[in-house]
């Protein structure tokens, strides 16, 4: 009897809340669900999420304090969860020179996502790495992973839709997997 792979689930958690805006709007993901879906006969090292919390400062309104707060709890609760660990990323503030317009981009995020990938494959903790993001700035270590002998599976949107994973990604990974092949599995039920 064959012993099945370790691997590590990376869960790039702002890609997977845009698959959910974007194709299944009145669905909240059950996380521990989700990893016990993706992680199929392959035995869980650890899961890793990856976000960033809301923007806060002195004018924010109380519906924004609100939001970070509930965002505090939740990533609270994930941590619970066994062999589950949150990375937070920052969020940066941008103003717009034309139109004054302010937006804010996650930092970070992807860098903590790569050094977690490094450290996984040169430490040869796992045989299976699985990923779910849409990022085309984690190509260079999905490359460097799976010359490491790492098999490389990916979890992403719709590929016809606005979700729809870096094409170069896609194409470079091991194994191809859509979420939505899944979502009714993973979903929360009634609050």
């Known amino acids: 009897m064959q012993i099945p792979s ?8 702002g890609y997977i809340e845009y ?5 299944f709007p009145n669905i909240q993901i059950n996380y ?12 869980l090292f650890r899961t890793f999420y990856y976000n960033c919390l809301p923007h806060l400062d002195f004018s924010t309104s109380e519906d924004d304090k609100n939001l970070y707060e509930g965002k505090m709890n939740f990533f609270e609760a994930l941590k619970f969860l066994p062999r589950f660990e949150v990375r937070l990323g920052a969020l940066s503030r941008y103003e717009d020179q034309d139109s004054n317009a302010l937006s804010f981009h996650q930092k970070r995020v992807d860098i903590l996502m790569v050094v977690d990938m490094m450290q996984l494959s040169i430490t040869k903790q796992i045989d299976h790495l699985i990923i779910a993001t849409g990022d085309g700035d984690l190509i260079p270590a999905v490359q460097a992973v799976k010359q490491a002998g790492i098999l490389v599976s990916l979890w992403h949107g719709s590929l016809r839709g606005k979700s729809a994973p870096n094409r170069e990604l ?3 990974c091991d194994e191809r997997h859509e979420l939505g092949r899944i979502i009714h599995k993973i979903q929360k039920q009634g609050r």
């Open 19 to 23: 698959i959910t805006r974007q194709e």
């Open 32 to 43: 521990e669900k989700l990893v016990k879906e993706i992680t199929g006969e392959y035995r």
């Open 6 to 13: 370790r691997c590590a689930i990376l869960l790039d958690a």
């Open 170 to 172: 896609f194409q470079l």
